[in-house]
């Protein structure tokens, strides 16, 4: 973490230097100093002890107290606030070759200039309620997007956790085996019945108390018993792997820093590895591809065969897909759609994006947009909603997953891709467990090449639809859409901003 105080030093000399005029040498002569360790001082790099720091006071003329004190003129407040704010403590520079402490002397080097530049990315952030959280889960998903989401070491440590825990090639994990093992070898207290009774704690998955010598996992009982065993499998896998920084609950109340999105990724990664071992995955998509008809029943196969929820089981396929056929041209998203909600059909919620592929998809758009219609996430939820009214009318549920599957062509410039694209998409949606009136829908999409439709029979299947889609309604250019939730505003809007520039070049001309 930069030392604040040092960085600090460092600008307001630098600032203070520049206000009278001064090059480093005649201030380097006067306080008694050399040129190079004054650079290294103005650079944040070192901190002078105090009888240096007089004679600098002196050599620019500033009282001692100010210069040491926290406080900077206006001009050098945005670079001040960068170098106290959250962010900077919190994101990981070094996983893309940058020292935080690089970044503050780049600011504070033109700091007129990039001091308007923080407050204008302060301000987008803000209009856009975007949190330290939000910027440290990009990170992550880049971090996973330069490893191609391969991860041989977490798929080693999944196989070692197998072999302690005596399963077999291919044994599947229970639920009520995983908690046994957190309790007989760990010493763990597994509490399923705290959290559904309070009203607080009740949408928690699980809370991790206790000590390290008593810990107690709360577990939220209402939970099915596949997302049961991936809360014990994951306990399991902080534990291999050592993760000191893992979140004490399975949902975020504050992310202080990027050792615990790692942590929270590398341990649930585990889980699923251990619940979905990479042979069983593997010998499945082979199956898949060698296909020659699509058929939603092994999706639904797989949901039962590996008793896996949908995300765990859609997940696990961004891990295997690029090692078991060479595909890692694809994305994954999750939206949730809240059906009690006035106007329920526009409550769809992007709440998760994960994409290797070429073609930005989400990119760029803003919160107000609706999201293209013809995706089979989206089909999927309003199947799964109409299925559920009519059931309602009848005084019974139907929680049994929806599965959607089409050759989708994303049309030219969604997502600010010059080129147009196509994917196989698959998409499942059912209702979340422990929030009543909200669906959740998973999807996968491939991309789709030559070389890669011919290796994945499946994906010639005349039997599948073809849907030309876009990214949001008010940037698409299929006119006659039949589920169209807005006009296209955004597309109007350029097209008229090239006309009238178009109009303004021939005026020039004349």
């Known amino acids: 973490m930069p030392d604040r105080l040092r960085l600090i030093l460092g600008v307001k000399l630098r600032s203070l230097r520049q206000e009278r005029g001064l090059g480093l040498k005649d201030v380097a002569r006067a306080a008694g100093l050399s040129v190079s360790y004054l650079s290294e001082i103005e650079q944040g790099k070192k901190y002078p002890k105090p009888d240096k720091l007089v004679d600098l006071s002196v050599a620019l003329g500033v009282p001692y107290d100010d210069l040491v004190s926290l406080r900077v003129d206006k001009g050098l407040d945005a670079v001040r606030d960068v170098i106290e704010s959250r962010l900077l403590r919190s994101f990981p520079f070094e996983l893309f070759g940058v020292d935080a ?30 949190q330290v959280e939000d910027f440290l889960l990009a990170a992550l998903r880049a971090y996973q997007q330069m490893h191609a989401n391969r991860f041989p070491d977490l798929e080693a440590t999944a196989d070692a956790l197998r072999a302690r825990l005596g399963l077999a090639d291919g044994e599947l994990p229970t639920a009520d085996r995983l908690r046994a093992a957190l309790e007989a070898d760990h010493g763990y207290t597994v509490d399923t019945e705290r959290l559904p009774s309070d009203p607080d704690l ?5 809370v991790l108390a206790g000590t390290p010598s008593a810990r107690v996992l709360y577990v939220n009982g209402a939970l099915h018993d596949e997302q049961l065993a991936f809360l014990y499998a994951r306990e399991l896998g902080f534990l291999a792997l050592d993760a000191r920084h893992r979140p004490a609950t399975s949902s975020w109340i504050e992310v202080e820093r990027f050792e615990q999105v790692l942590d929270h990724f590398r341990g649930s990664y585990v889980a699923g590895a251990v619940l979905l071992p990479a042979a069983l995955v593997d010998a499945e998509l082979h199956r898949l591809a060698a296909m020659p008809r699509w ?70 758009i803003a919160a107000d947009e609706h999201y293209c219609r013809r995706w089979p996430e989206m089909r999927a939820l309003e199947a799964l909603n109409e299925r559920q009214r009519t059931a309602d009318g009848q005084g019974r549920t139907d929680d049994r997953p929806v599965v959607v599957a089409q050759r989708q062509h994303f049309v030219a410039g969604v997502g600010g891709s010059p080129a147009e694209a196509d994917f196989f998409a698959v998409a499942v949606a059912r209702p979340l467990a422990l929030v009543p009136g909200t669906n959740s829908a998973v999807a996968l999409g491939l991309r ?37 939730a807005a006009s296209a505003s955004v597309l109007t809007a350029e097209a008229t901003a090239a006309r009238r520039a178009a109009a303004l070049a021939t005026l020039g001309a004349r």
């Open 202 to 206: 009740a949408t928690f998955r699980s």
């Open 101 to 130: 402490d690089d970044v503050v002397r780049l600011l504070a080097a033109m700091p007129d200039r990039t001091g308007a530049l923080v407050r204008a990315v302060g301000d987008v952030t803000r209009s856009y309620d975007a």
């Open 448 to 484: 789709r090449t030559r070389a890669t439709a011919r290796r994945v029979q499946v994906w010639s299947d005349p039997a599948l639809p073809d849907v030309d889609v876009g990214l949001t309604c008010e940037r698409c250019p299929i006119a006659d859409c039949s589920v169209r």
């Open 295 to 364: 058929d939603q029943d092994t999706v639904l196969g797989w949901l039962d065969g590996f008793r896996a929820t949908p995300e765990m089981l859609f997940h696990r396929l961004t891990q295997r897909l690029p090692d078991a056929l060479g595909l890692d041209e694809l994305y994954f998203l999750r939206f949730h759609h809240d059906t009690a909600a006035r106007g329920a059909s526009d409550s769809y919620r992007l709440t998760k994006t994960f994409n290797l592929s070429q073609v930005p998809v989400p990119h760029g």
